[in-house]
């Protein structure tokens, strides 16, 4: 076919399709509002090309350095949002409502389709019944019970349902911002504070050097703030990334890549912090304004070793610890103590430990000591986005009366897995209340307390948090669970009684996300200067079915005050129509928010648009003229933003000291600041924390075993997309070089890795990307199983290689909070992986192909022989 052949295919492919806009909020992205432009075509995603809304033409890269600084970028999906098209139209497509037949968990019964008024009847039925029996907080919805608020959308009008204190992805962090710096992220959250710690994505810029403490932001933060620190670097900002890993954001980014041990970065910092203490390397002005003199001088005194321990906390002393050389962590502190300003980012995943909170809570020490903490080009080193919008959005208006009922909150956000693991105790007199509360978390002694028998799962969160065994254990004992699912083959489906098929929300109808947010969608992370609307889009497979209007017809059953309450509005709108009345109420928003003269006048029209024209580009921007740092607000005002008792930065917590802290929310202890060697455990926290490198058991587990987030996956979401498996992608058990021939492995080899909460199967990825004794796995693998039979797995061998198998979920007599990502593993060899009909299946991402090729039951046995 000739040139004007292959124009011509490729009209005629075309012609018919309509193009409209979305964003990709999907699991684990809701943060970042990236652009797709859509093409569908017969009621389905044809292509999906990246935004188009401004600079069109223009590559990124060429739309010049004062549209980069002003925001004026365009907001490209990465790899897995371009390939969502796979997802949608997946073999594995749930399309049906389904009910189980047999046993909850994994490899017990099976579904088989049902109606629609089935469904929705058995629903309502099994809800009044489980309230009637355990009262209101009986019922536990997953989406989203963090920050003390309630997902379930039906509480405040039929009066059940409850929230939890705290939230994932900063939960490590959560508590240094508490008590060191008085940030409440729950405030934040509910628009109650003015203490934003974020930052936009133009501010590095302002940085002279940036320090990636455990941060892989290449793979692991969506929207525009990686492609800004690629470019500052390349402008001169000096990058160095501390890490066990050699990471892509090391390849790409760093000047100096500096390995440390996991769990060991406290001790870096405390020699970090002894040098500057010993060579005077401190911001004074800062200090002398916004820190608390009293805890600055204890810890000074704890690091110079005046402390009761008398140890100097010297580079030489954290060297053996961490494994980083001594000449390194004194030039390091030199270098950060006398650059200004720095941007140190210590990231999530290093606080989420057990005992992680006291490092993450030293970084911001460290940066409050250089006065990098709350200045242009500086970092919090907590939360990290929540900034100011910019950009006022339409507010569509749904009717809904707010309710009388008042949400309370029970537990931690993290401690579902204990609640479900003891609340029969509790309830039937075998563990007394005190212990359930210390336990669970309960933020105070006259707090209800749970008795859960119904989930509601509106995503994958049986597979997504630590210790999975005992996950499901739980979730399986519950009377009754429904929920939405993609996928037939879903983890957490088969922890349900009844599954329903979940709609794409980017895609198909025009559903509300979590968090309330609406389909005009701005996303905190990098720059608040634009909202995308998310436009209706391609067709509901098979007996696919909007959310809201499951919810309403759920609503319908439980009561005319219920369903007049939740959707008024929609309250008598058949399906067919659903979707037209949904944006009838968007358009009504839009053409409100387009007669407000003032907003037009401040985003520079210069006319009032027409619906018409508004989604033929949905994406409304204004220029940023300064760009926001760590509570900038406030500190421009001279207000203090740390809401601790003194007003100030406080280097050892008075709160903590005034408190007794097992009585407090986070039913456990820790020392006023961070030290090495807490009082309340033996020894120190290299050797006493469950996932700690010199953890005795680790002569049984010897690699400490970290989960990051993959490039491919969104959490778990895109863990059955072909797109972002098979060629594409290997997911494997990462192991040195130097472990892998102290134990005869191979590249590619089958490995059994197990801890003492669990095991899996999977392939190993033999590189000199990770320093000796760590292992990897990255999250968000799906756990699946045959019934294969397994020596620790109560459900079977897990063949897929999710990594929170392997992690435990304790904490006490630490305070609670963080969900946990890291643990202690040992890999063993099963089989080689040049074994006839294994290797290319092994890399092609499964181990389905694997487990046939060589027996897997036989594999198994030998290996524990």
């Keep these: 076919m000739d040139k004007q052949g292959i124009i011509e295919a490729s009209r005629a492919r075309r012609e018919g399709e309509r193009i ?75 399309l049906h409502p389904m009910k189980r037949v047999g046993e909850k968990g994994a490899g017990r019964g099976y579904f088989v389709p049902i109606s629609w008024e089935e469904a929705l009847d058995t629903i309502a039925e099994k809800m009044v019944e489980i309230k009637g029996k355990y009262g209101p907080y009986g019922i536990f919805h997953s989406q989203y019970p963090s920050f003390e608020k309630n997902g379930f959308p039906l509480a405040p009008w039929w009066e059940a349902g409850f929230g939890a204190w705290g939230e994932h992805s900063t939960s490590g962090h959560a508590a240094g911002e508490m008590l060191h710096l008085g940030v409440d992220l729950s405030k934040t959250a509910k628009g109650l504070s003015e203490a934003l710690p974020g930052f936009e994505a133009s501010d590095i810029f302002n940085s002279k050097l940036f320090v990636m403490w455990g941060m892989d932001p290449v793979v692991a933060w969506f929207g525009p703030s990686s492609y800004y620190m690629q470019l500052a670097h390349e402008y001169g900002c000096k990058t160095i990334v501390i890490d066990p890993r050699y990471t892509q954001s090391a390849e790409l980014l760093a000047d100096q890549w500096i390995p440390i041990r996991p769990g060991t970065d406290l001790a870096m910092m405390l020699a970090v912090a002894q040098v500057l203490y010993e060579e005077d390397l401190v911001d004074h002005e800062f200090v002398d304004q916004w820190v608390d003199p009293v805890g600055f001088e204890e810890w000074r005194a704890y690091c110079m070793g005046e402390g009761e321990d008398g140890i ?227 067709d509901f497979p098979g007996e696919v079915r909007s959310k809201e209007w499951v919810w309403t017809e759920i609503a319908k059953r439980l009561g005319d005050e219920v369903v007049q309450g939740y959707n008024p509005r929609l309250a008598d709108v058949a399906w067919e129509d659903w979707v037209d009345a949904q944006e009838a109420i968007y358009r009504e928003a839009f053409e409100e928010w387009a007669d407000n003269e003032t907003v037009m006048a401040y985003l520079g029209y210069d006319h009032r648009p027409t619906w018409e024209e508004f989604n033929a580009n949905p994406v409304v921007r204004t220029e940023v003229d300064v760009p926001y740092y760590p509570f900038k607000t406030l500190m421009e005002r001279g207000e203090s933003p740390f809401g601790t008792p003194t007003g100030k930065i406080e280097f050892s917590s008075n709160f903590v000291k005034d408190h007794d802290m097992t009585e407090t929310r986070w039913r456990g202890q820790i020392e006023p600041m961070p030290v090495w060697s807490p009082s309340y455990v033996e020894g120190d926290i290299g050797s006493a924390s469950n996932d700690g490198f010199y953890n005795p058991k680790a002569k049984e587990y010897p690699l400490s075993l970290v989960s990051p987030v993959s490039i491919y996956r969104q959490h778990s979401s895109n863990d059955n997309n072909p797109f972002m498996r098979e060629d594409c992608y290997r997911h494997a058990v990462w192991i040195s070089g130097v472990d892998a021939q102290a134990r005869g492995i191979k590249d590619g080899d089958l490995c059994r890795v197990s801890s003492d909460r669990g095991e899996t199967v999977l392939t190993a990825y033999v590189t000199n990307r990770m320093m000796p004794g760590t292992a990897a796995v990255h999250h968000g693998a799906w756990y699946q199983t045959d019934g294969t039979a397994a020596e620790m797995n109560e459900y079977g061998q897990d063949l897929r290689g999710t990594p929170n198998i392997l992690i435990d979920d304790g904490h006490l007599p630490h305070i609670l909070g963080a969900l946990i990502t890291a643990g202690l593993v040992e890999v063993e060899k099963l089989a080689d992986g040049d074994a006839e009909g294994f290797g290319l299946e092994a890399e092609r991402g499964g181990m389905r192909g694997a487990k046939a090729a060589l027996g897997l039951r036989a594999a198994l046995g030998e290996g524990r022989e």
């Design 20 to 94: 409209f806009y979305t964003s990709c909020p999907a699991n684990g992205c809701w943060d970042s509002a990236c652009i797709l432009k859509c093409h569908a075509k017969d009621g389905r995603i044809t292509a999906i090309e990246p935004d188009d809304s401004v600079n069109r033409n223009d590559s990124r890269e060429d739309c010049g350095w004062e549209n980069i600084w002003k925001g004026n970028v365009q907001m490209r999906p990465c790899a897995m949002g371009h390939s969502w098209k796979k997802e949608l139209y997946a073999e594995t497509r749930l």
């Design 312 to 538: 100097k906390k010297t580079p030489e002393w954290a060297a053996p610890i961490c494994a980083v050389p001594a000449e390194t962590i004194r030039e390091f502190a030199r270098l950060y103590g006398t650059t200004k300003p720095v941007h140190l980012q210590y990231f999530y995943s290093c606080a989420k430990r057990h005992m992680g909170d006291y490092s993450a809570s030293a970084s911001m020490l460290l940066q409050a000591m250089t006065g990098n903490i709350a200045c242009a080009g500086g970092c919090q080193t907590g939360a990290c986005l929540p900034t100011p919008g910019r950009v006022p959005a339409p507010r569509a208006d749904f009717g809904r009366d707010p309710g009388d009922y008042r949400v309370p909150v029970l537990f931690n956000n993290n401690c579902l897995t204990e609640v479900l693991a003891c609340q029969k105790d509790y309830w039937e007199g075998r563990m007394d209340e005190s212990e359930f509360r210390h336990r669970i978390g309960s933020p105070t002694n006259d707090a209800p307390l749970p008795n859960v028998q119904m989930i509601i799962f509106e995503n994958n969160y049986a597979n997504n948090h630590s210790n999975v065994n005992k996950r499901f254990a739980g979730m399986a004992s519950t009377e009754f669970n429904w929920g939405f699912q993609w996928h037939l083959n879903q983890p957490t489906a088969e922890l349900c009684d009844i599954i329903l098929p979940a709609p794409v929300w980017q895609f198909e109808g025009m559903d509300e996300y979590m968090y309330g947010h609406q389909r005009f969608v701005s996303g905190p992370n990098g720059m608040r200067n634009y909202f995308t609307f998310c436009a209706r889009g391609v």
